[in-house]
């Protein structure tokens, strides 16, 4: 495991680094793996690290013949990102297709993150996919987050952060003031800036990383409510994601979303992910909990 804050002036390079586990020597029926976060403005441990990282743990107990496939997990409570992440992997069947392995992630003695993922060693079979929309606009059409409010807002909404990823929205008012138009979908092209190692587990885990960034932003769309409303309150309940077709996490994928209810405090959004040229690669789900101030 190196250090993710070795490169400051590189985000790509510590998202590589909170990515690469370091197994431990403690004694236990579990595999064990130790790993970093990345500093985060309000010191808390951003979700969709934790998930890749419980992915990359959970793939270290498999053959590099096996490739995650579906993964569905729980966030139990904050971590904190100034302390290191215990994930322990429990390797609860093996068959002759398919690895299951439940993968918790640990802070203080506690759980904060629990996952149930499953491998395949992949076979031939039955091929199809829902298209990608019509008439979307290319990445190059839009302005980038460095030239939109994203640009200095955090994951957190109130300061700014090295984000690893790249992101150009659909419809580009992503974190701005109200519009006036409620909108149950958007889309949004995502990439890391520059090149990742070609590694396929390397690309599946970055892939996760990069789900748990704007899925939440569906729901407040719908009700035309923005990051920047007082007193909003907003957070993970839960995250599912099934890989269907391999591609990388550094070239340009579109991220198209929908909320298809809210109710109770709770809102759902769903979740499909394209190559640039219309490959479906994952599809993606969860529930946060949302409250906005009457």
Partial sequence: MTDAAAAPSDPVAALVAVLDLAASDARTT????????????????YGGQVVAQSIVAAQRTVGTERSAHSLHGYFLRPGD????????VDRIHD?????????????????IFSMIASFEVESPGLDHQA???AGVPGPEDLPSATSTSEAVVSLDRSDTWDRPVEH???????????DGEPLLRHAVWMRTPRAL????????AALVYMTDMSIQETVLRAHDVTWATPGLKLASLDHAMWWHRDGRADEWMLYVQESPSARGGRGLTQGRIYSRDGVLLASVAQEVMVRVPH
Avoid at 30 to 45: C, N, T
Wanted: net charge positive.
């Fill in 131 to 133: 298209p990608m929309p």
């Fill in 30 to 45: 579990e595999d064990i793996f130790v790993g970093a976060s990345q500093p985060m403005p309000h010191g808390r441990v």
């Fill in 197 to 204: 190692p070609d590694d396929p587990a390397l690309h599946r």
């Fill in 81 to 88: 990102a100034t302390k290191p992440i215990t994930f322990s």
């Fill in 95 to 111: 068959g002759r297709s398919f690895s299951t392995r439940r993968t918790q992630a640990f802070q203080n003695g506690v759980p």
């Fill in 168 to 178: 150009r929205h659909i419809p580009v008012e992503a974190y701005g003031a109200a």
